[in-house]
């Protein structure tokens, strides 16, 4: 002990007086030190008893008036049942949980003599859900492929060219099907546009199919004569009052900057109050406005 002490004296230099204190402290704040973490241990490892807790909360339930919230969002109920798609109502679309939207879409489909030949066909309209379609699939009256044809025997002078239908097809409902039938049309390319037009939210013109990055003029001039964009389709609409910088931004007609512009506009004047505001931001010339116009709402 006495060795000891010497020692700490000799490394600290200390006194004697001070040597016989630095002993008796070193103890304590070496214990204070596991003390804190020793009891926690111990007190996680206690069991406790919650059968006075259980009991009130049992007294409470029993008291307890439960009231059934109903919710007033959804104010059509959904009802599922066997349909044709070429021939139920509009109500009845809506009743199967179709959106007023998409509801819409598909009468204006038939209404422009659109058909669904197989239950696949549903899927290729523009905005349909998958989940949607999937819960539907077995309620859905139509065939799951197509009919084979059988051809009966004609003499030659029964014979006759089959002509083509010369009708031309709506180019925000058209399928890759419909696209690749057009001359100088592939696979890739009828996705291509099909990409661009839901990254955009639809066409509202036939001059936007020069912006699809592959088609040339000639394949351009060739779906002027053979599909057209309805003047009653209304695109898909970002709200700029609140849409975010990053959803402006994935518009084909947005860039970063000019999302970071509208936004920083926004955040320092308030909300537009107008589309036309879109103007006094410096990115924005009238031609720019006009083109992005038509996918622009002031409120969702």
Do not use: C
């Not at 007023?100 to 038939?110: E, H, K, P, Q, V």
């Not at 379609?133 to 089959?162: G, M, Q």
């Not at 964009?229 to 700029?240: G, H, K, R, T």
């Not at 975010?244 to 512009?261: C, D, F, G, R, V």
Request: aromatic fraction near 12%; hydrophobic fraction near 40%; charged fraction near 25%.
């Amino acid at each position: 002990m006495h060795r000891l002490m010497a020692l700490i004296r000799a490394f600290f230099g200390l006194s004697r007086r001070e040597t016989r204190g630095f002993l008796i402290l070193l103890p304590l704040l070496v214990l204070s030190l596991f003390i804190t973490p020793s009891y926690r241990w111990w007190k996680a490892n206690q069991k406790r008893d919650f059968t006075k807790e259980n009991q009130e909360l049992d007294s409470l339930l029993t008291h307890w008036k439960w009231e059934e919230k109903k919710d007033s969002v959804d104010e059509i109920e959904i009802q599922l049942f066997t349909f044709n798609p070429n021939t139920a109502t509009k109500e009845d679309l809506l009743n199967l949980g179709f959106p007023s939207n998409l509801a819409n879409r598909i009468d204006n489909y038939r209404s422009k003599n659109g058909r669904f030949i197989i239950k696949s066909d549903l899927i290729k309209i523009y905005g349909m859900d998958t989940a949607l379609y999937t819960r539907l699939y077995p309620f859905i009256d139509l065939p799951v492929e197509k009919p084979i044809k059988t051809f009966e025997s004609k003499t030659p002078k029964e014979n006759k060219p089959t002509t083509v239908s010369k009708e031309k097809f709506d180019l925000n409902l058209a399928d890759t099907t419909q696209l690749v039938r057009i001359y100088g049309i592939g696979s890739k390319l009828s996705q291509r546009i099909i990409k661009y037009r839901n990254a955009l939210g639809g066409f509202v013109s036939m001059g936007q199919l020069g912006e699809v990055y592959g088609l040339d003029t000639t394949v351009v001039a060739e779906l002027n004569k053979k599909a057209f964009v309805s003047p009653d389709f209304s695109p898909n609409q970002l709200a700029i009052n609140s849409v975010t910088e990053k959803e402006l931004a994935i518009h084909p007609y947005i860039s970063n900057k000019l999302a970071k512009a509208i936004t920083a506009y926004r955040f320092q004047h308030g909300n537009f109050t107008s589309l036309e505001d879109l103007t006094k931001i410096a990115l924005v010339d009238e031609a720019f406005y006009t083109k992005i116009k038509p996918y622009l709402t002031l409120n969702p």
